[in-house]
């Protein structure tokens, strides 16, 4: 089976795990990222991201953590499978024989490639998680209460059309095409580095976890301001920001200053290692278990030794 169908697989495994692992850390990052001013004089709403936590679950229950999660379940396993499946695709452009190893910067462009095409998957399950996620009880800041990922996607659509829910196709590139590249390119010089020299490479399932980890904290650490205006945008009620991230950067700047644009990073963090050691776990397991069914150039070249 061609190796861009099996990583399409695994990645699809590694994606799941990523969202089981790491949702409820996201929904605590976009509560903060899109909670609202303090007046002078009022406290705000939530002092940090373990407030967040606390007073979510306190106010809403232990599973509002994972509100929203069937939308990314449905959108982020197949956008993992398009991630390692677009890998797979920038590598084989990159290739002269199936043997060669990648470079760094190839590494870095085959990322920069998938991230293209993991944009176009994943801008509608994104605008209808952030809608989810922000909603509190009674409380919106779109003005709008949403029943459920399939009554986002049919009011979206009632309201604005395909172009309400694309809304933030330009915010997801701007922050997934750097993003994907440092994610790939730093698990694989990770991977590298840890599974030592010579024909005899293996990786431990430790070592995995922890260049998956690092992979997912680089990936975010060139990402967070663009993810900060997304957020934003695909929250905002329908023709606030009439030219796009633009008119959201100009907001945060004016209003709050630069340090908005970091707003999350704790949260961020936090989840980013978990969520993608288990990303790049998943995925590690299902590519060794095609290689024991003889799937895939990696099961031929073991073959071959
Ligand atoms: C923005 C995002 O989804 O990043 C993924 C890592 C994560 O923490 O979910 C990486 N990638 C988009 C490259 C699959």
Known sequence: MSDVLLNFVAGGVGGSCTVIVGHPFDTVKVRIQTMSRPKPGEKPLFTGALDCAKQTVAKEGFFALYKGMAAPLVGVSPLFA??????????????????????????VNSGALA?????????????????LQVQQAGNSPSGVHYNGPLDVVKKLYKEGGIRSIYRGTGATLLRDIPASAAYLSVYEYLKKKFSGEGSQRTLSPGATLLAGGLAGMANWSVCIPADVLKSRLQTAPEGKYPDGIRGV????????????????????????FPANAACFFGLELTLSLFRLLGLGHGAKKAEEK
């Not at 990159?94 to 470079?103: A, L």
Request: proline share 6%.
């Open 82 to 107: 398009v991630f390692f499946g677009g890998c797979a695709v920038g590598k084989w452009l990159q290739q002269t024989d199936p043997d060669q190893e990648m470079t760094f910067m190839q590494n």
């Open 249 to 272: 950067f100009r907001e945060v700047i004016r209003e709050e200053g630069p340090r908005a644009l970091f707003k999350g990073f704790a949260p961020v963090m936090l989840r980013a």
């Open 115 to 131: 991230g293209v095409f993991t944009t176009v998957v994943m801008v509608p399950g994104e605008r209808v998680k952030c809608l």
